[in-house]
């Protein structure tokens, strides 16, 4: 395993790829010389003298300008430098791009659910969701009726645990023998059999939007809604309404039109304030539901070409690693789904920041190139108006972990994208109708981000971290994947590939990447569930249009 690595041509820091003591001899590129300081895993170094105001290149590109003296060999920290990224404008076209070699994936299928529209599905949900935050109640009602008389409710909890604490506490056990307790883990339960076997759950979204807000929160909102109950991986769906909110249902019904005009599948809206009583508004929800569930249980996984994949492209709680291990073995897998007729979608514009001008050259024509600056532009701008700006984007873990300025995080985050044209740009909550590479404006947070890249399609979605984050998704399979070996080993149960293969030198990104998609092709076939699923990690978070980075 090689101690540090320069990751472009043109950069003027080397990355540590594990922890150097000050005095550490570097050797490169014909110069030998100390380090000046300890500079740990994931944190960088100069390789050259700097000045106050001298550019900090990585990735090829500016990430940060120097704010006092910094030696050769010593640590780039955000004590010495500061955030800075490089103007952008419309350029020339630049769309020629290497193919990666697909032959090891031509031919091959998935069994998916197809639907009506020519989308297929990784799985198979029905949804139960409100259109305003006032029925969030009724549908957890709904579920509490629901999920275990189906056979949906997971097997694993943590009652017995509860018992042994009840049993010290009753036994008159102090509060630290309490906590110095040696608990037994409980048994798992049998689970009780689904009675629709082609139903892989029933998912219960609930937000606090809908209402209170703007007209154009509530319009998003909508937006979004429609995004999921027209996806490919949800058969039908239960609306609650209360009736006298913003986002009405004829303006959902407006919303699934635009994304799926000969929309067919199963959905009823119930506006409660119309059919007075609670149990009146439930039992014909159980009704609704109950008969939508047994028309699309008959619906069973067929085979489906992998063009029919659209993949989401996240990352949380990165770390310097994040940049040059997952970030673009991800990058790998979508220039593999490109050039086999797939999509994928990359989001987060907040840490697009400093890699604008490549991404618009990479645009298939000037009008969309223009909609990627625009939105660009008009983003900070909101974001600046409040007091911040794409600046602030990084998180104190991100600071912590080596992504010490947003342009640092940015230029690695866009290795997810791969090397393709980018072939359409959205803005939330759009649906990806192209096929290559579609960026979606979305925040930074990757909540909010997951929601909005299923919600425009993403039928699987790819998640890298560095410093671990159970993040999941209602009704799109979430796939976790490490940026290093110890954060894997550290958090098995919510991470399910290891990309610190790259980083130990055990495996190169084209090997990782297409390990990554014999892995993908195996979950959205319902032979393998990522930790996400199995936690039932259903994080539902729409977008406020605001500031949020």
């Known amino acids: 395993m090689h101690s540090y690595l320069k990751i472009h041509k043109d950069d003027n820091?080397?990355?540590?790829?594990?922890?150097?003591?000050?005095?550490?001899?570097?050797?490169?590129?014909?110069?030998?010389f100390p380090l000046i300081d300890p500079v740990a895993a994931k944190h960088k170094f100069s390789l050259t003298d700097l000045h106050p105001d001298d550019s900090i290149y990585m990735y090829g590109v500016l990430v940060g300008k120097a704010t006092t003296g910094i030696p050769k060999g010593g640590?780039?920290?955000?004590?010495?430098?500061?955030?800075?990224?490089?103007?952008?404008?419309?350029g020339k076209r630049k769309l020629d791009w290497h193919k990666p070699d697909t032959s090891k994936f031509e031919g091959r299928t998935f069994m998916g659910y197809h639907r009506a529209d020519g989308s297929v599905g990784t799985a198979n949900y029905w949804l139960v969701i409100p259109l305003v935050f006032c029925e969030n109640r009724n549908i957890q009602v709904m579920k509490e009726a629901l999920v275990d008389k189906l056979g949906y409710k997971k097997a694993k909890t943590y009652e017995s645990e509860v018992d042994q604490l009840m049993s010290l506490y009753q036994a008159g056990r102090s509060t630290q023998e309490i906590l110095q307790a040696d608990m037994q883990a409980s048994a798992e339960k049998t689970a009780n059999k689904r009675l629709f076997k082609n139903i892989d759950g029933i998912k219960f979204l609930t937000h606090d939007l809908g209402c209170g807000g703007t007209q154009q929160d509530s319009q998003a909102l909508c937006g979004l809604l429609a995004g999921y109950i027209t996806h490919p991986n949800v058969a039908g769906a239960t609306v609650l309404s209360l009736g006298c909110q913003h986002a009405q249902g004829h303006i959902l019904q407006t919303e699934i039109a635009k994304r799926d005009p000969n929309f067919s599948k199963p959905m009823v809206i119930l506006e409660q304030q119309k059919m007075g009583t609670e149990r009146n508004l439930l039992q014909h929800a159980l009704k609704q539901t109950?008969?939508?569930?047994?028309?699309?249980?008959?619906?069973e996984r067929r085979p489906a070409p992998l063009s029919k994949l659209c993949i989401g492209l996240e990352c949380g709680g990165s770390d310097g690693f994040s940049g040059i291990s997952a970030n673009p073995a991800l990058g790998y897998v979508s220039d593999i789904l490109v050039s086999m007729g797939g999509s994928v979608i990359l989001s987060e514009f907040p840490e697009l920041c400093g890699v604008e001008q490549e991404l618009s050259d990479r645009c298939v024509d000037e009008d969309t190139a223009k909609r990627f600056m625009d939105l660009m532009i008009t983003y900070n701008k909101?974001?600046?108006?409040?007091?911040?700006?794409?600046?602030?984007?990084?998180?104190?873990?991100?600071?912590?972990?080596?992504?010490?300025?947003?342009?640092?995080?940015?230029?690695?985050?866009?290795?997810?994208?791969?090397?393709?044209?980018?072939?359409?740009?959205?803005d939330y909550p759009e649906k990806a109708n192209k096929p290559g590479l579609n960026l979606l404006c979305t925040p930074g947070s990757d909540v909010e981000s997951t929601t909005a890249e299923v919600g425009?399609?993403?039928?699987?979605?790819?998640?890298?971290?560095?410093?671990?984050?159970?993040?999941?998704?209602?009704?799109?399979?979430?796939?976790?994947?490490?940026?290093?070996?110890?954060?894997?080993?550290?958090?098995?149960?919510?991470?399910?590939?290891?990309?610190?293969?790259?980083i130990e030198g055990t495996e190169?990104?084209?090997?990782?990447?297409?390990?990554?998609?014999?892995?993908?092709?195996?979950?959205?076939?319902?032979?393998?569930?990522?930790?996400?699923?199995?936690?039932?990690?259903?994080?539902?978070?729409?977008?406020?249009?605001?500031?949020?980075?």
Not at 75 to 84: M, R
Request: with cysteine; proline share 5%; charged share 15%.
């Open 13 to 32: 820091v080397l990355v540590a790829l594990r922890d150097l003591e000050a005095g550490t001899l570097v050797d490169f590129e014909g110069q030998s």
């Open 75 to 90: 640590l780039v920290s955000t004590e010495n430098i500061h955030h800075a990224s490089s103007e952008f404008h419309l």
């Open 290 to 299: 109950f008969t939508g569930l047994m028309e699309a249980n008959q619906n």
């Open 382 to 426: 909101r974001a600046e108006e409040g007091g911040s700006g794409f600046y602030a984007n990084p998180s104190f873990g991100n600071i912590k972990d080596g992504l010490i300025t947003d342009a640092i995080k940015s230029a690695g985050a866009a290795k997810k994208g791969g090397t393709s044209p980018v072939t359409a740009v959205l």
């Open 456 to 502: 425009s399609g993403a039928n699987i979605v790819l998640f890298t971290t560095g410093l671990g984050t159970p993040t999941g998704n209602p009704v799109a399979p979430v796939i976790k994947l490490s940026t290093n070996s110890v954060i894997y080993n550290r958090m098995p149960d919510i991470i399910d590939i290891n990309c610190g293969t790259i």
């Open 508 to 549: 190169t990104i084209p090997q990782a990447g297409e390990r990554i998609l014999e892995y993908v092709i195996q979950v959205a076939s319902g032979e393998v569930q990522p930790k996400a699923v199995l936690l039932e990690q259903d994080d539902f978070i729409p977008w406020k249009r605001g500031v949020s980075l």
